[in-house]
């Protein structure tokens, strides 16, 4: 079978999480001798070239972007003329490849890669990994575990643009204007995507927790909505680090010698950063010999207690990993699915991590890691504390965090998707 991957990003570019799993499920695919291919922008990069045995078709945009983790304006993804070059470009590169099926694995892929398998008669997929087809910025998601019944355009400029505008957006009120503008064009793209959603050959939820959210809205097919969630990356937890090159390696990040409780993500208000601060500033005290650090992009200041690292790129996160004794991941609203606990148990580390969203989907309280309630400070602090307390549980979990992975292994997660493919392909 011969799949044609549709994404906003691929490496070299990575801004997210998006182009490791994606990386992950094609070497599976490729490896059960299976042809990948993958169809995105260029922003400056060849326009054909092979990556890991993948052939990359990239179409021609007016912006170049720095390789890594960088973004490009949405704007940029959500005119129509980003739709119809995509639609060409997986068009030319489906016909080019003989594929047998189309996979948008981003959401502003989704349009090109419908048109494109609908006018060459194959099946169509979509990839859901965050909100952004229900709303733009979800910030009712924040506290409650479902979406209103009365969402729409007049309740997000009313209700919910103030409060985004309030704690996201710096500027004064011109700027605020631009931002409401944003928000409706944004809002009437995913209402568009919407109504292609209803009418692929399937939706893959990265997570149980996100695809309820979903349903509960109304706004997936019945009957064509899966549940796969992202492979794990295939690391073996590395031997424990030497004293000197631990001391070493810590000091070059700016931290002392001794424990490291490690958050890894977006330092926002949805992730919980602030959590994990008020957290940290509790237990500082009570373990003088700790370190917290933070590992992420974003702007909160530069709090006391936290360590801030910036956004790393992945082989230094991994090497991170490698230093840390426990993995915090204090979700507020309801996580799709992060990477993070399934890299920190590919490290054998334990995570801490909040019950919402996939994020029970990803630890397994008291066997991998630590659940705990979100929003809530002294319940993040206790839970951190009883592993920094406890050394030989924290590595026990740790381990059975690193076995635990085989049922997020990219072989397996490949099957699920080649089962829904053939299926659909049977239909046809």
């Known amino acids: ?45 060849p326009a054909t070239e092979e990556v890991d045995g993948v052939a990359v078709f990239r179409f ?18 959500v005119s129509p003329l980003f739709h119809a070059r995509m639609a060409r470009a997986a068009t030319d590169a ?41 709303c733009p910025i979800t910030t009712c998601l924040l506290s409650a575990r479902r979406v209103p019944a009365d969402c729409g355009a007049g309740k ?30 944004l809002y009437a793209d995913a209402r568009l995507k919407g109504a292609v959603v209803r009418r692929v050959d399937g939706v893959v939820a990265v997570s149980r927790g996100l695809l309820d959210i979903y349903a509960d809205a109304g706004r997936v097919p019945a009957g064509r909505s899966h549940v796969v ?21 810590l000091a070059a990040l700016g931290l002392p010698d ?55 790129a992945h082989g230094e996160m991994r090497a991170l990993y490698d230093l840390a004794d426990v993995v915090v991941q204090p979700a507020v609203w309801p996580e799709p699915f992060s990477r993070v606990p399934l890299e920190a148990a590919a490290a054998g580390k334990p995570v801490v991590a909040t019950r919402v969203g996939g994020m029970a989907e990803a630890v397994e309280d008291r066997r991998t890691g630590l659940l705990v309630e979100p929003s809530d400070p002294a319940a993040l602090a206790q839970g951190i504390a009883e592993l920094l307390a406890d050394e030989p549980l924290r590595k026990k979990l740790g381990r059975q965090a690193a076995e635990a992975l085989a049922r997020f292994a990219p072989d397996h997660i490949a099957d699920q998707h080649l089962h829904l493919y053939r299926q659909a392909l049977r239909a046809r």
């Open 1 to 45: 079978m011969k799949i044609l991957f549709a994404t906003e990003y691929y490496h070299p570019f990575t801004p997210g999480g998006t182009p490791w799993s994606l990386a992950l499920l094609a070497d599976a695919l490729r490896r059960r001798g299976h042809g990948v291919a993958v169809v995105t922008p260029s922003y400056g990069a």
């Open 60 to 77: 021609p945009v007016p912006r170049a972007l720095t390789p890594g983790p960088s973004l490009a304006p949405l704007r940029d993804l």
């Open 94 to 134: 489906a016909r080019r490849f003989g594929a047998h099926v189309v996979h948008a694995q981003e959401k502003h892929a989704l349009v090109g890669a419908y048109l494109a398998a609908r006018r060459l008669g194959r099946p169509v997929f979509l990839t859901l990994r965050d909100y952004g087809l229900i």
């Open 156 to 185: 997000l400029q009313r209700e919910c643009a103030p409060f985004y505008l309030d704690r996201y957006i710096a500027g004064g009120g011109l700027r605020r204007l631009r931002v409401r503008a944003s928000l409706a064009l």
């Open 229 to 249: 969630h992202n492979a794990a990356p295939p690391w073996s937890a590395a031997p424990a680090v030497e004293a000197p090159d631990r001391r070493r390696r």
């Open 258 to 312: 001794g424990v490291l409780v490690l958050y890894a993500g977006k330092l926002s208000l949805g992730k919980g950063f602030s959590v994990f601060v008020e957290a940290a500033r509790a237990l500082a005290a009570r373990f003088p010999g700790v370190s917290f650090a933070a590992a992420g992009g974003g702007a909160p200041g530069d709090p006391e207690s936290v360590r801030l690292l910036g956004s790393l």
